[in-house]
């Protein structure tokens, strides 16, 4: 069984990832390596991470013409990762050539597939031609994902009720927006608390600035993990 709490590394050196991770195991947390660290450092270190057993989330939300998403996926199958993305609003066709480009295998990653953003809310979706509530979008998106063969979807907490409610437990809900206290200070805007999260059936909570930014980060994680099991 994988960990519930998955740590975004938002680092953009080897050095301070290290400095993190060699203070944690792979029973405590899963690790998320996104788009900063990525760029900055390129798959070697991601390959390591699989290598000392951490169940790694490639988050960098693959969203282009499914080929080029197909070959993508492909590649990042290679690096022995546990979860990929890709962006859901890449359509029906784009999820299910990443899907191909997964493999037939059981160990093959899980592929899951960002509804919206958990930095936008009602007026920056307004912003940009969409007339739907969030919810709205997120329920429909996830239809499409689902269908299309995901695994499951990236979403806020705020949706995953009802998420729940049309596809069961076996369709996964990872959310990002997590924030202690259901406070932030940060570009998240719709957000929830990691017992609250977790109370409305989230599956895996992605945690990475109230985390990675704290004075002692590996105690930081410590707290959250307790008030996670306190409602498992």
Known sequence: MNPKVIVALDYSDEESLMAFVNRVSPELCGLKVGKEFFTACGPAPVELLVKRGFSVFLDLKYHDIPNTVQRACSAAKDLGVWMINVHALGGAEMIQAAKVGLGVNTDRPLLTAVTILTSMDHAA?????????????????????????????????NEVGMLSTIFGREFLKVTPGIRPGGVTNDDQKRIMSPSQ??????????????????????????VILKEVQGEE
């Open 125 to 157: 979706l307004t912003s940009i031609g969409f007339e739907h509530s969030a919810t709205s979008l997120v329920e429909r998106l996830a239809r499409l994902s689902e269908s299309s063969g995901a695994d499951g979807v990236v979403c806020s907490a």
């Open 197 to 222: 999260a977790v109370r409305v059936g989230a599956d895996y909570l992605v945690i990475g600035r109230p985390i990675t930014q704290s004075e002692d980060p590996v105690r930081a994680l410590e």
